[in-house]
Every structure is written in structure tokens, then in C-alpha cells.
């Protein structure tokens, strides 16, 4: 998903705006400037695996469906049960310009 807005350095925001309305925000409590992990939905959960381990992310140790990018963020990725993400995507936001 592109970022469509950010606040801070562009490199490193404090936040980020994804397409479809997803919103990530650095926990500045954290030593490591980072969170514990996101959750993304996907239509297709093995694809998405193969396609980040491909990338250079690794199997986290939760499950086949938890990676662990290069920099240390975990993502657990989430098949969707319908069409949760065409329905995601086609979400209005009022602050994108």
C-alpha cells in the first residue's frame, strides 16, 4: 500500500497514512521507536508470505504467518475471509489532498 501523507521526516515519520486509510504512529515510549507488531488482512496469505521472505523477511517465531522484516518490524498477515480487502480499499479518507 503507497503512503499517501506523513508527518516528520518523510525517511522516518512520526506517522504515516497508507492507501485505504491505515494509519501508523511511532511509539516514542519505546526505546526502539517501534511498535510490537501490525496486523494486515490479504487475499492471498501464502502469496504475501512468499513475497516478503523473497524480500528479505523471516518466518517470526509465532506462526507462518508472522514475519519479521530486515529493520525488526513484525507483521502478522491475516487471509481474508471475503472480499476484506477490496472493501478496505475502496474506504473514502477526507485527509488525503
Not at 516528520?8 to 521507536?33: F, H, M, R, V, Y
Not at 501490525?38 to 524480500?55: D, F, G, Q, S
Not at 477490496?86 to 477526507?94: E, G, H, M
Request: aromatic fraction near 6%; charged fraction near 20%.
Amino acid at each position: 500500500m503507497p503512503v499517501v501523507n506523513w508527518v516528520g521526516n518523510q525517511e522516518k515519520p512520526d506517522q504515516a497514512w497508507l492507501a485505504g486509510g491505515i494509519q501508523l504512529i511511532s511509539d516514542t515510549s519505546n526505546p526502539n521507536g517501534r511498535l510490537d507488531h501490525i496486523a494486515i488482512i490479504t487475499e492471498n496469505l501464502e502469496k504475501a508470505v512468499h513475497e516478503a521472505v523473497i524480500r528479505g523477511a523471516m518466518i517470526f517465531q509465532k506462526g507462518p504467518s508472522w514475519i519479521e522484516l530486515p529493520d525488526g518490524l513484525v507483521i502478522e498477515l491475516i487471509q481474508q475471509a471475503g472480499s476484506e480487502v477490496d472493501d478496505f480499499l475502496n474506504v473514502k479518507v477526507s485527509y488525503v489532498p
